[in-house]
């Protein structure tokens, strides 16, 4: 076993360049949250206040802004698990010569830049855009869906941009279920279908849990995509965030929305990784 | 009456056969072990006879009826990993519960067949814990309580012991061959290890390339090995290359190195050819009498200690180098290096097999 | 080897040290895209060559350059940056800027006086408005009310800028005045623009944004910026601006001298060189966009595009102070009532 001391001296430069980069920053943003802002003439001196933070309970509008970045989070979550874990399956246990082109497959769109597949998914989506075109020239609509600056246009993208983190972290989960457990369930008379429920399923839940926090935090932390699919009708609080810091200059209230959303971010996490421990019988 | 056959059972990857055509009965209540290096094909055979892997050519019958096509969940067998395999995120009851829960076994007799199976491996106290709260050995008789509970028509071992150290492994065997005794199961066991084969067994089947080289009780095996292969591998073997010299019947004369000539009660090769002969160490015989008929001249060059017996590599004429294995005490318990002595050894203990320098 | 490069490293050191010896670098905080081209041409240019000082361009927009002026607190590490004259008032509120000396400035005198800021906190540079621009091949009649927008011959075929944007900002104000609003009060302005919103093909916040719609004629009219759509008309886009009789808004990006800057005088050569005649002409040539020097004369087609004359005096200049003080509460209001 290794000492406490040398492990400590192990992560002690990773935890240097956090402390220094990011915890630092974001502790400094703390007192900003707790300030007032006069517009037209900056923070207030010397005053101080929570309600930058009340008002994020209190006001409907942020609320709803809450709320859909939480549902956000949590459908694109889903649907990258739905959508995921066959394709994860599949590379995990499939023939090996499929391996490596599946995996090149879904790490490609990686390689792309953020702001130019969402580009793509503009061009596909936008109201003259290639889907809508299609429609209406087979007939089967007449004038165009919004597929845009709403929930579909968002779920398109973010599932799109973040499937690939899913698929990575499933098919490490997958490949380490070991094969003699499953064969065990199907010898003591289960069949492929319940071998999966009971066993494959349970034993991939470190995965499933590790894929649907990152996709999870990526989604609801994610502001390029939401900002040019959701554009100003349908914000997030990552845009909301960033439209209070940089288009109104309310810093006060833009930190405690971030911190709002850091909060509900870890919150999240402890709650789900407490409950998929219970399910794979690991608390 | 037959509890598992199998007729021409074979396993084929692409051009390269892994298991050859083999038939074998065996019979209610019996144990039967799979003996054979790593590779040799033992191992997929008990994987066919779980369904786990479908076999290339041949059918696998358990009572009457055929289960060739059958998948696992419907063979109604007991399988025992080398790994365990217990199911991490299952408590040690709800391990042994789930192939019952498969039968519809529930309530009050399901209760009641796990705590029986629990008590059959002593850990009756344990159910409430996880797998990995437990120690190897009790993780494997978690395993064969698992396997016992849904009383399968036959339990299948796959190198069960080969990860608990060796005292426990002693222990398990004991334990095993008792339970397998008591409940009258009928048991096909794979190992590499010959002193669990033959401790254990009934009948042992010794394997090599995907060819059952001898199907024997262990008694045979071991004193009338049917192949240089069986001779090789059982025991502790003195292995020479030398040559036939000549045939006389079934039999023969073997020459050691260049100078050292022995009778050989059965040879498989024709006089000339090149061959490894295989004497076993407990067949060298040490002489106190040294002006005997037919014995080898040699001195001591190591004495080996291992607590009941005694080993002595024995140097003889042309450099040819013999062990041979004595009691420890008695009178030639402490010879001294360089000791004169004579060998002798049987014509019946002398086996060849193709020289493996010569490649086969 | 090591020898070759240790020489090589210290001949480049030595050539830097000297460069900076020789000259001064000048931070000029200025907008992206063809913005910065032309500042380049029009002002940098001919700036190096007369002091011999180099400039680097540190791209951003206006709230951008503000957050930055907060963050470094009078210590900016621009030395001058152009910005809209909202957020410069917003700046001059938090104390950020630094007071320009017109005496410092040979051009001063040729520059309207209504182009100085409050305290001669910043300078205005140029001047352009929010107007309408429409596809004269899907638009027949041309628009000449802000109401326009509104005809139901345009359905679905026209976009607002969304209030994070000067445009849409703007549009809204000009709605709100037409509506009977005020500045204090913008109930009517809401009621008015949550239909029209609502109906919007798109509410853009990229200017940019626009010319993929009207390219693939996604729309057929919007309020939008003349000096954009002059250039997109060179790039053989089929638009055409109109001015409201109601009048336009007016944009008037100005210039500020951050607080905190050590080379106060370098700035002020720079930002005399911007308000110079030849700078000023330039600039509006290449933009698209009215002068703030009187001795600048415009060509017959930028009079027709920029705001000039009749449309100029029409114009309506919102008080940038109270455009600072206002539009974070505009914002949300619209954030709230209108896009949701």
Redesign the interface.
Known sequence: MMSVRRGLMLIAPLALVLAAFFLVPVLMLLPTSFSE?M????LAKGVWTLENYTRIVTD??YREVVLRTLGLGLSVTLVCLVLGYPLAFLIARGPERWRLPLILLVIFPMMLNLVVRSFGWIALL???GLVNNLLIQMGLIS?PIKLM?NLTGLMIGMTHIYLPFMVLMLVAAIRNV?R??E??????????L?VFT??TL??S?PGILAGSILVFVLTISALVTP?MLG???Y?VMATLIY?E???????PSGSALSFALTIMAIGIIWLSSRLTKRW???A | MSALSFEQLGKSYGDVAVVNDISLTIREGEFVSLLGPSGCGKTTILRMVAGLVQPSRGRILIGSDDVTALPPNKRGLGLVFQSYALFPHLTVYENVAFGLRRRKVAGAGLDKRVKEALAMVRLADFGQRYPRQLSGGQQQRVAIARALAPRPRVLLFDEPLSNLDAQLRDEMQIELKRLQRGLGITTLFVTHDQGEALSMSDRVGVMAKGVMQQFATPEDIYHRPATGFVASFIGKPNRVSGIVVSRAGKGGVVRLGNAIELPAASLDQPAGTRVDIIIRQEAVRLLSDRSEPGGLQGTIALRSFSGSRVQYVVRLAGGVELVAETASHGPNAALAPETPVVLSVDADSVFTMPSEGAGA | MSHCLRYTTAALLTAGLSVIAQAEELVVGAFGGSFADNVKACHVAAFEKATGATVSLKLGNSSQFAAALRATGGKSDMDIAYIDNSLAAQTHGENLNERIDRTKLKNAGDIIPTAWGEDDSYVVAMVSATALVYNPKLVKTPPTSWLDIADPAYAGKYAIGDISGTAGLHYFLALNKLEGGTLENVDPGIEAIKPIAKGAAVLYTQADQLISLFEREEIAIAPWYPDRAGVAMDKGLSLAVAYPKEGAVGILPAVIIPKGTTKSELAHKFLDQILSAEGQACFSERAYIGSVNTKVQLSDRLKEIVPYGETLDKAWFVDPKVIAKNSPTWTRRWQREVAR
């Open positions: 802002y517009p037209g003439s900056g409907e509008y936008a109201n003259r004038a600056f070991p003699d457990v064969a065990a369930a199907a010898t003591l008379g289960s069949s492929r319940h009971s066993v349970p034993l839940a900002r554009g100003p009708t914000r439209d810091y940089m288009q109104l200059l309310d810093w794979a019988g690991m």
